[in-house]
């Protein structure tokens, strides 16, 4: 069933129709706020006041907007909020050895190596002012165009490429300073070249706001 | 940053490793169960009627609740800046159509009251407030709990003020907080500079965002980020020498001055030379977006940056930034503006941030 059903459903008070708007996009939120987070902690907490936030707010949302660009800006700001609030707590972050310790497929060094690496990229995000981290998180890991993100954030496109711009252009600067990429300086030559016969991915999108008066 | 750039393609990669990393699967029936739990404790869908207007509103105060929200948990560090957040559990009231001498009291839901393009304070549950002035400057007695303020930029040197017991937290254009808590004021700025001190009397201290205070109630002393807050420089505010601009129309800055006690320079530049002068940059910048942004006919263009203002001991302006910037004519034009404008000479000179919203 189509989620503007189930939500026509939820907004009459129909509980199981809840669960099964819950249950198919619950992936999708939880996708987005790890990548936010950059970490897998506290997920279960922020799924769960997403899905509520939702409960509480399902009658106010307009049919003819989408409920996917709606259940993402809600997830985003519970995101925000909890990163907020974790700021002032103490962080426990995840032991960086535990990787190595229980991956023994074949190819896991390389696996390990690349978790490790997502782990660092995530430690350059995380250095991002919050509204840069948030529309790069949006454009470039869950490829949303700046259109619907700028739905999302609520700011203008034109504010949203940016961001994006600026976004980009810090992580480059920022690469080069994090010891945990620092094999990346190595690979990176490497790839330069790889990357001429690899262009299966999405382009970046294209630098011109910059050029732009804000 | 040329398409061969070995950063270029380290960071395409990362971003196809990070895409590529699977979310972990969480325990979903434990995730149900809690949700049913807590949405049986809540008003549902069921138990509401849609209200269109209200969502609009909502969203409209949204950057003061994902602030207020994010503040309620005890914090050793300032709040972050705020975002544009949806905002469920929040009543509206337009402060424009409200008596001075209204008093406003929240209980459960927070309580947003907005005056239109000058600044939104809202209430944070359990909390109460008088509006005891809405004429050139708001003024807001804070009674009982906490509220947090937007206030919009502006040229003019003052427009916003909370008083709680006996303490008054005067801003120029910034966002912050101020709890009733013990006996205590806390104050919390996330954006922009604010000015404490008794209710009366010139002001004490400045916290500068980021930055977390508490005062005595009678804002005569008080700790900044867990140090005993340092009082201003008590000394006579020089005359700006300002070659462009006008003069701010309100005149409360003068009240800023105190009594000379040295002749040696101080720290920094006093507030009052500060704002005066931040007032005219504001000015300058504005009438260079102005002048130097095209617009078709019944288009109206806004755009919001980051002033950042950088005064030299000497107190010349040493530079002026815009970010995002603007476009090339209007920084050329507001830089040479500011370079006319002069603070009095310290020690240290300053550094000033302030968000602008430029309209043409």
Not at chain 1, 153 to 181: H, I
Request: proline residues 7%; positive net charge; glycine residues 6%.
């Amino acid at each position: 069933m189509d989620s503007n059903r189930l939500v026509e459903r939820c907004q009459r008070g129909d509980a199981e129709a809840f669960q099964q708007l819950f249950r198919a996009h619950r992936d999708d939120v939880t996708r987005l706020a790890q990548r936010m987070l950059g970490r897998a902690t506290d997920l279960e907490d922020i799924v769960q006041e997403v899905f509520l936030q939702v409960h509480r707010s399902i009658r106010d949302f307009r049919h003819g907007a989408r409920f996917s660009t709606w259940l993402y800006r809600v997830t985003v700001n519970v995101v925000l909020m909890h990163r907020r609030a974790a700021k002032s707590r103490p962080v426990f972050g995840e032991a960086p050895e535990s990787l190595a310790a229980v991956d023994h497929r074949p190819f896991a060094d390389e696996q390990v190596e690349q978790r490790r690496r997502v782990q660092a990229f995530h430690r350059l995000l995380d250095r991002l002012s919050e509204k840069k981290r948030v529309v790069f998180v949006l454009h470039e890991l869950e490829g949303l165009a700046p259109a619907e993100i700028a739905k999302i954030v609520g700011s203008p496109v034109l504010t949203v490429r940016t961001r994006l711009f600026y976004a980009r252009r810090e992580l480059l600067a920022m690469l080069g300073g994090e010891p945990s990429l620092a094999s990346l300086a190595s690979f990176a030559t490497e790839l330069s070249d790889a990357e001429r016969t690899d262009e299966a991915t999405a382009e970046p999108p294209s630098d011109s706001a910059a050029k732009e008066p804000a | 940053m040329t398409p061969r750039d070995p950063r270029e393609s380290a960071l395409r990669r990362l971003v196809r490793e990070a895409r590529a990393e699977k979310p972990p699967e969480l325990d979903w029936s434990r995730v149900e169960q809690r949700l049913r739990h807590e949405a049986g404790r809540v008003p549902g869908a069921e138990a509401r009627r849609p209200n269109y207007r209200l969502w609009g509103a909502l969203a409209a105060v949204a950057v003061a609740t994902s602030w207020l929200v994010a503040t309620r948990a005890p914090s050793s560090s300032p709040a972050a800046p705020p975002s544009p957040v949806a905002a469920p559990n929040q009543v509206r009231r337009d402060g424009d159509s409200m008596a001075p001498g209204t008093r406003v009291t929240s209980g459960a839901r927070r309580v947003s009251v907005a005056h239109a393009g000058r600044a939104t304070w809202t209430l944070a549950e359990d909390s109460r407030a008088l509006l005891a002035d809405k004429g050139e400057r708001i003024t807001v007695k804070l009674e009982r709990g906490g509220v947090l303020s937007e206030v919009v930029p502006s040229p003019k040197p003052e427009t916003f003020a909370v008083e709680a017991a006996g303490t008054r937290v005067a801003v120029h254009g910034t966002v912050f907080r101020v709890d009733l808590e013990g006996g205590r004021v806390l104050v919390q700025v996330s954006e922009g500079t604010v000015a404490i001190g008794p209710i009366g009397a010139a002001p004490a201290f400045l916290l500068k965002a980021p930055a977390r205070g508490d005062f005595a109630a009678d804002g005569r002393s008080g700790n900044v980020d867990g140090h005993p807050a340092l009082r201003l420089e008590r000394r006579r505010a020089e005359p700006l020498k300002a070659t462009r601009g006008r003069a701010p129309s309100a005149a409360p800055v003068a009240s800023l001055a105190v009594p000379a006690t040295s002749a040696e320079p101080p720290n920094e530049p006093s507030i009052s030379d500060i704002e005066l002068g931040v007032a005219r940059v504001v000015e300058v910048t504005t009438d260079c977006f102005r002048n130097h942004t095209q617009s078709a006919d019944g288009v109206q263009i806004t755009v919001r940056t980051a002033l950042s203002l950088q005064i030299a001991g000497s107190g010349a302006v040493s530079d002026v930034g815009f970010r995002p910037p603007l476009s090339p004519e209007a920084e050329r034009c507001a830089e040479e503006g500011s370079s006319q404008i002069t603070f009095s000479p310290s020690q240290r000179g300053a550094t000033v941030t302030r968000m602008l919203e430029l309209k043409r």
